[in-house]
């Protein structure tokens, strides 16, 4: 049989029974604003990995012909490289958060995107035409965009970023030769400077009569990229911090160089002796 407590156990009961549950109280709100603090640093992360937005390019694979056997391989490699290319552009997005003007995405990530996937689209459409019909307008593909906070196709694969494939770019033609290193298109340009590179026709050893025609047009395209990066630099005075120049300007054309200069060897390669350590020759300078 349960006997009543004393009136003081009672108090005694209900004192120490409202501590207790203050003591909870406290608990659970310390507890409450630990998970809320987590929670919220969780979504700040999230949403800060995910401010600069991401990049979304057209998908070339699909409008693709049918791929002759022997064209598989090299259709593959560069498909992954388009890949890695996007990859490559959404890490810098993210790098880069904070740097440059309004147009500093459009000049230092876009723009140069376009420029690598036109030239790799280009060895897709050459390598399928070697022994089919070679795809006309996918340079159309080559334009990427900024979607903020949307999903991006970059892709996991990794292509061979040294392939050049054939070359046969469709560059500009015309006398190839003028010198590769003369950056003297631009003129003096109203003290901004100008952009020198390395001299690469000098540098190249005998050219079979078979690769003369597409040497010369590569040629050519490496003196008319100079000429763009000179008129770049000249309209984009004054925009960006003071890394523009180089990540903007210096950094996508010596990309595209690369890839240039890589075609050439590979055209002289076929019926001659390849010739090695050109890339070295890529890289430019600003000059004031």
Known sequence: ?????????????????????????????VNSALAGESKSSG???????????TISCPDVASQLPAIPATAQAEVDRNLALLQTQ????????????????ANF?????????????????????ISIGRKGTKPQGLDALAGCALNAG???????????????GNAGNNANT??????????????????????????VASQLPAIPATAQA?????LTLLQTQISEANTRLQNTVGQGGANFVQ??????????????????????GRKGTKPQGLDALAACTLNK
């Open 1 to 29: 049989m349960s006997r009543a407590l004393p009136k003081y156990n009672k108090r005694r009961v209900v004192v120490i029974g409202a501590a207790a549950a203050l003591a909870l109280t406290g608990a659970v709100v």
């Open 43 to 53: 979504t700040t992360n999230a949403k800060t990995l995910a401010s600069p937005g």
């Open 86 to 101: 996007i990859a490559e552009a959404n890490k810098r997005l993210v790098d880069t958060v904070g740097q440059g003007g």
């Open 105 to 125: 995405v459009q000049n230092a990530i876009l723009g140069p995107l376009k420029d690598k996937r036109v030239s790799t689209i280009d060895r897709i459409a």
């Open 150 to 164: 949307g999903a991006a196709n970059a892709g996991g694969a990794t292509g061979n970023a040294g392939n050049a």
């Open 174 to 199: 015309g006398n190839a030769g003028n010198n590769a290193g003369n950056a003297g298109n631009a003129g003096g340009a109203n003290g901004v400077g100008t952009i020198t590179c390395p001299d």
């Open 214 to 218: 597409e040497v010369d047009r590569n």
């Open 247 to 268: 990540n903007a300007i210096l950094g996508p054309l010596k990309d595209k160089r690369v890839s240039t200069i890589d075609r050439i060897a590979i055209s002289i």
